[in-house]
């Protein structure tokens, strides 16, 4: 009886996969030729696959038999309706002449006859994906562009104007398929692939492989034993009296040299303050990005309120005599004392994203390889209650510690070196971090439309990054310059100064534009910027800074860490640590983020590379 209920129940699959019916865009009344992948019977979705590649869901009323459907030469008709439909389609922004993709234009032949010509006109379209041309670009103020930016309600509300009788009916969930799992099986190495089905919280119909990013499972083993060994072994080169990385590395300490419960007490204390500083209702809430489930959530971006108590709390603690030098003194044990937290904290994130629903997992986290979503971490947005967990490291403990340190450097340069002030070099690396700190903070809600908060899960990479990695090795230059004065000319001085400001004013002017772009596309204030739609309702941005480079903010950032580390001089590689790392680091993140948007974004994104032929510095690279 209960089987018999459940059958009754389950919808009937209409089309199989495999099938090329014609699909509905979102949004619009075109109907294109497309692939059934699957059926979702919780959702009552097909997954289909456009010719360009994009993977969409669709309802059953947007699908039709392809044979309701005549195909016809294409036509040079100008219509106007014609013309309309066309701007509205995702054929206006990927045309292509290729044979592979030759054209044809349909018309529905099941078009109800009481539907008006303007209807049926716009039911005429192109099979393929076209090219794109100077004109397919959107102007920000656009109309379409506003329309299609990541929002179903527009959507609905286009395909109303033009879908005459499904008004008011056709949602159309814009969730990417793709979005459930990472695939791209062509590209990826077969050593490099896991089966999906293998993890128990594989979404229903996902994708079956899913690459692996950092080096797969053996990847992340490395990575695992390489990032602590190396923060070790900086931390205990950057104190020898020739501290040059090409020297042969101090002996190790005794273990004990590691342990301080002291200083394991303070790391605690400090994370702890800057949770009660967190969590007090101070500020702004702000709203992350669309989560696949379309929910929004809400972050407490308070961060310059909490940078700000903190340098109240660290000045009144040294009025009261204490020695904050300590942190110079005891630098390796305040390390471990972080490590320590991390893996704690990693192991807990681990085990608790065991238990996690499927929506709330990250994409390509989960390989069912215990080392690998350890490393990399499985659950998207880990919370406590409203305490975000991955927010919180990302932008408090570590980014605010980074500044506590410098701080405690500088005190250390004039302590060890007989200075009534620190130097001018100490001052420069000084203050220029603890304006990308500041700045970073100020401007706090930015940081939810990075690739970090958006897509990456929260594991041991980021909770190391965060705790240990910025705050430890961020930190360099300031304790290099404590046993090594570096003297600078005002010239020299004035030179660095102005490097920094170019390198902050693109990097800001770049992450506020596409932060603005991604919150509100029709925000007046872009109105003179150009994008390109794409299939999953966002827009790409193709002029302004996003119009330069693909990736102006790192350019920015990139300058700005030359800055960080001219005044440390060139008689040693160590204070370049970080000017080496962030270039492997953003040219590794760029690749990973060119990936994902291909994958995303299908050929716009192609269309979008061919418009911004360079990744981070014009003409070079
Ligand atoms: N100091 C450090 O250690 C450090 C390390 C890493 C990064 N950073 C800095 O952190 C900031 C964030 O970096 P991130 O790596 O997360 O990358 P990001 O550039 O902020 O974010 C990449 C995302 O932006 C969107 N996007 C890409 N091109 C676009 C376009 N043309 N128009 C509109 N949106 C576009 C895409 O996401 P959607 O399309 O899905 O929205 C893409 O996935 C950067 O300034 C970087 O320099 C600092
Ligand atoms: C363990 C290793 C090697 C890597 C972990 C990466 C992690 C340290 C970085 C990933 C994203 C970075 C980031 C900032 C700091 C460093 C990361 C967490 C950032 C918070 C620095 C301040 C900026 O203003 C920012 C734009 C808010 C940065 C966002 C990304």
């Known amino acids: ?40 019977a919780e959702s009552s979705l097909y997954t289909v696959i456009y010719k360009d590649g994009t993977e969409l869901e669709l309802k059953e009323p947007d699908i039709k038999p392809a044979s309701g459907f005549q195909t016809r030469p294409r036509s040079r008709s100008r219509s106007p309706g014609r013309r309309r439909s066309r701007s509205r389609s995702p054929a206006r922004t990927t045309r292509r002449t290729s044979s592979r993709t030759a054209a044809a234009i349909i018309t529905d032949a099941a078009v109800p006859s009481h539907r008006d010509t303007r209807l049926k006109d716009s ?51 814009l969730r990417r398929r793709k979005d459930d799992a990472d695939a791209k099986p062509a590209a990826a190495k077969p050593e490099q692939l896991v089966e999906e089905d293998a993890k128990p919280a594989a979404a229903p119909g996902a994708p079956t492989t899913t690459p692996l990013d950092f080096g797969g499972k053996i990847g992340a083993f490395f990575w695992l034993l390489f990032l602590p060994s190396w923060v070790f072994f900086l931390v205990l080169q950057v104190n020898q009296e020739d501290p040059s990385l090409t020297n042969s590395p101090p002996l190790l300490p005794p273990p004990g040299a590691f342990w301080d419960a002291q200083a394991f007490g303070l790391v605690v204390l400090w994370i702890v303050f800057q949770a009660v500083l967190y969590t007090l209702p101070v500020g702004k809430l702000s709203e992350g990005m669309p989560l696949r489930s379309g929910e929004r959530l809400k972050y407490r971006t308070n961060g310059f309120f909490a940078i700000s108590v903190s340098a109240l709390a660290i000045a009144a603690a040294a009025h009261q005599g204490v020695d904050i030098t300590y942190i110079h003194s005891h630098f390796l044990q305040l390390t471990a004392a972080a490590f320590l937290v991390s893996v704690l904290l990693s192991v807990y994130l ?24 350890f490393f990399k971490g499985h659950e998207l947005n880990p919370r406590i209650r409203e305490f975000d967990l991955k927010f919180f490291c990302e932008m408090r403990p570590g980014l605010i510690g980074w500044c506590l340190i410098n701080f405690a450097m500088a005190l250390a340069e004039m302590k060890q070196q007989g200075l009534d002030a620190p130097s001018y ?16 903070l100020w401007n706090e809600e930015a940081i939810l439309t990075t690739m970090d908060l958006m897509h990456d899960g929260f594991g041991f990479m980021l909770a190391f990054g965060d705790l240990v990695w910025v705050p430890f090795t961020y930190t360099l230059q300031a304790y290099y310059l404590v046993r090594h004065p570096v003297p600078l000319s005002p010239p020299a001085a004035a030179a660095i100064i102005a490097l920094k400001l170019v390198g902050f004013y693109i990097f800001r002017k770049s992450n506020s534009e596409k932060n603005a772009f991604r919150r509100n596309p029709s925000d007046p204030k872009l109105s003179h910027l150009q994008s390109i739609p794409t299939a999953t309702g966002k827009s790409l941005l193709v002029s302004g800074w996003w119009g330069v480079v693909r990736h102006p903010n790192y350019l920015g950032d990139l300058l700005m860490a030359l800055a960080w580390s001219l005044p ?37 994104w192609d269309e979008y590379c061919r418009t911004v032929p360079y990744r981070i510095i014009p003409g070079v690279y």
């Open 1 to 40: 009886m209960g089987d018999c209920w459940v059958l009754l129940k389950m919808p009937a699959v209409r089309y199989q996969s495999g099938e090329m019916v014609m699909g509905r865009w979102p949004g619009s009344s075109l109907y294109y030729e497309v692939k059934v992948l699957g059926f979702d």
């Open 350 to 373: 681990y085990v608790r994203s065991q238990y996690a629903a499927s929506e709330q997992l990250a994409l390509g986290g989960s390989s069912g390889n215990l080392l690998y979503d």
């Open 568 to 604: 440390c001089g060139f008689s040693h590689l160590l204070p370049w640590y970080y000017m080496i790392y962030f270039v492997i680091l953003l040219v590794h993140r760029d690749a990973r983020d060119m990936s994902e948007c291909r994958r995303k974004y299908g050929s716009v």
């Open 425 to 440: 070099s100490m001052l420069l690396v000084n203050l220029f971090q603890l304006l990308y700190v500041v700045d970073g």
């Open 123 to 173: 039911l005429e379209v192109r099979l393929s994906p076209l090219k794109q041309t100077k004109a397919a670009v959107n102007n920000g103020n656009n109309k379409h562009a506003k329309k299609e930016e990541n929002n179903t309600a527009s959507n609905k509300g286009e395909a109303t104007a033009e879908a005459g009788p499904d008004k008011g009916q056709c949602r159309y969930n």
